[in-house]
């Protein structure tokens, strides 16, 4: 499956973005996936995850109440709504998707990672 991520750009504290992660080659519509991100210098980090019924959802303590993840069943795609951003959400935002049944899944855990959005939040 090859994944691609969308959305990014270029953000003053306190608004929003709506990242979009495409799938083609193979459906998403039953794997997990979860979206990651890379600061400059920094290493990858989990930032929310659903489940492919969309039943579940995962966050990480520092997006929790601001971001919000969410399937497009339509469009066989993962939305990351983000709210309220701020200038240490900056960072390149890549979508993966999980072939296993580990829930919400370590980073290597999943299979298959989009080429990443940059999200640039100014203060």
């Known amino acids: 499956v090859q994944l691609q991520a969308s959305g990014g750009g270029l953000v003053q504290a306190g608004g929003s973005l709506r990242l979009s992660c495409a799938a083609s080659g193979r459906t998403i519509s039953s794997l997990d996936m979860g979206w990651f991100r890379q600061a400059p210098g920094k290493e990858r980090v989990f930032v929310a995850a659903i489940t492919g019924n969309g039943r579940l959802t995962a966050y990480a303590d520092s997006v929790k109440g601001r971001f919000t993840i969410s399937r497009d069943s339509a469009k066989d795609a993962v939305l990351l709504q983000m709210n309220s951003l701020k200038p240490e959400d900056t960072a390149v935002y890549l979508c993966?998707?999980?072939?296993?049944?580990?829930?919400?899944?370590?980073?290597?855990?999943?299979?298959?990672w989009g080429q990443g959005t940059l999200v640039t939040v100014s203060s």
């Open positions: 993966a998707a999980n072939v296993g049944t580990s829930w919400p899944g370590k980073i290597s855990d999943y299979d298959y």
